[in-house]
Structure formats: structure tokens, C-alpha cells
């Protein structure tokens, strides 16, 4: 399966995505429309691409301005396929092959601009990431963590320090975002 981005310098390419593993790329209208609300914040961003899948996202994100990518994926097959797709247009990227849950701690003292996670639907990994991001501290005083998520999802906003500060609806999936609490919410348009 071949995968377009939608913007930026390598607008209209395509990655691969390899077979036999079963991947759920957020779909190219969810992607504009995050973009869309990120705008000029992504230029230059410290970008961290949690259960980066394909890694469309944070290649997506390379493509639009980041400065700086980090990708943490599970799967040995998944990430190789991450790196020769950085390779192919010519991006560099830190790829993590591992567990988030166990390898976020390893990011500790990093600051991130902005943090995506699309942990597996119906998995526990979404309240994870919001629980260990929080506690390792990753966001930079002005970040911004966006988990996408399933309605279903139930996230534990109760036992985080950070602030859901807005949530938008496309159809079955949610975007939810979290700053630390004394920041203004900057991606509300």
C-alpha cells in the first residue's frame, strides 16, 4: 500500500507501507485538518511521533517545517520501513524500535514541541502515553500533546497534570489536545 503526503516540500509523494502487518494510517483528512489547526507552529518543532506506524505523520511533519523528529514504533518491520522511507526522501529522524510505555522514559530531559500519539485502537497504550508524558515531563513549556483516539477511548484526565484543551470530532476518531495547564490553548482557531 503507497501512502501520499499531503503538504509541504515532499507534498504528493508516497511512502510504502509494508505488508502482512496490520497499520491504520490516520487518513489524509484527518492529517490536513491537524495540520490545518497546527499551522506556523509546526516550523521548527521538536516533533515526537508515538506508535509512528507507517510514519506518515512525523514524515508529514518533516515535509511541513519540523525541525526535528523522534518516531518510537513496536515493531522491528514497521520502524525499518520508517527509516528507509526517511531515507527515500531524504529526511533524517531518530526511529525507536520499541514499547512506548517502556521506552518514553529513555526520552526523559528531551523537550517536545509538539507530541502525536496513535497507539492502537481499543489498546491501553492511549492512557499510557498521556500518563508518561506527563510524568517524564516531554512537552516544552508551550507543547502540545494530540492523541488520536477512538470515541470509545476513555482517557484518565483526572490523574494528569496536563489540560485537555480542546477535542474535535471526524466521525469515529478524535483528536484530543493537552498542554501543561498555565498555557493558553494556542490551537484553537
Given at each position: 500500500m503507497s501512502l501520499r503526503i499531503t503538504g509541504g516540500e515532499a507534498r504528493g509523494r508516497s511512502i510504502a507501507?509494508?505488508?502482512?502487518?496490520?497499520?491504520?494510517?490516520?487518513?489524509?483528512?484527518?492529517?490536513?485538518?491537524?495540520?490545518?489547526?497546527?499551522?506556523?507552529r509546526i516550523?521548527?518543532?521538536?516533533?515526537?511521533?508515538?506508535?509512528?506506524?507507517?510514519?506518515?505523520?512525523?514524515?508529514?511533519?518533516?515535509?511541513?517545517?519540523?525541525?526535528?523528529?523522534?518516531?518510537?514504533?513496536?515493531?522491528?518491520?514497521?520502524?525499518?520501513?520508517?527509516?528507509?522511507?526517511?531515507?527515500?526522501?531524504?529526511?533524517?529522524?531518530?526511529?525507536?524500535?520499541?514499547?512506548v510505555r517502556e521506552r518514553l522514559g529513555d526520552l526523559q530531559g528531551s523537550k517536545f514541541d509538539i507530541i502525536f500519539a496513535d497507539p492502537p485502537y481499543k489498546s491501553p497504550v492511549a492512557k499510557s502515553v498521556l500518563h508518561l508524558v506527563d510524568r517524564y515531563n516531554l512537552l516544552s513549556d508551550d507543547g502540545l500533546l494530540i492523541i488520536e483516539h477512538s470515541k470509545d477511548t476513555d482517557l484518565p484526565l483526572d490523574k494528569v497534570s496536563l489540560t485537555r484543551t480542546n477535542k474535535r470530532e471526524y466521525g469515529q476518531t478524535f483528536l484530543s489536545f493537552f498542554q501543561k495547564p498555565d498555557k493558553p490553548a494556542q490551537e484553537q482557531q
Open positions: 507501507s509494508p505488508n502482512g502487518i496490520t497499520v491504520r494510517p490516520t487518513s489524509s483528512k484527518i492529517r490536513q485538518a491537524l495540520f490545518n489547526i497546527l499551522g506556523g516550523v521548527d518543532a521538536r516533533f515526537l511521533d508515538l506508535c509512528g506506524g507507517t510514519g506518515l505523520m512525523g514524515i508529514e511533519a518533516l515535509s511541513r517545517g519540523a525541525g526535528d523528529l523522534t518516531v518510537i514504533e513496536l515493531e522491528k518491520k514497521l520502524a525499518a520501513n520508517i527509516s528507509a522511507s526517511l531515507e527515500k526522501l531524504s529526511f533524517e529522524a531518530e526511529v525507536i524500535t520499541g514499547d
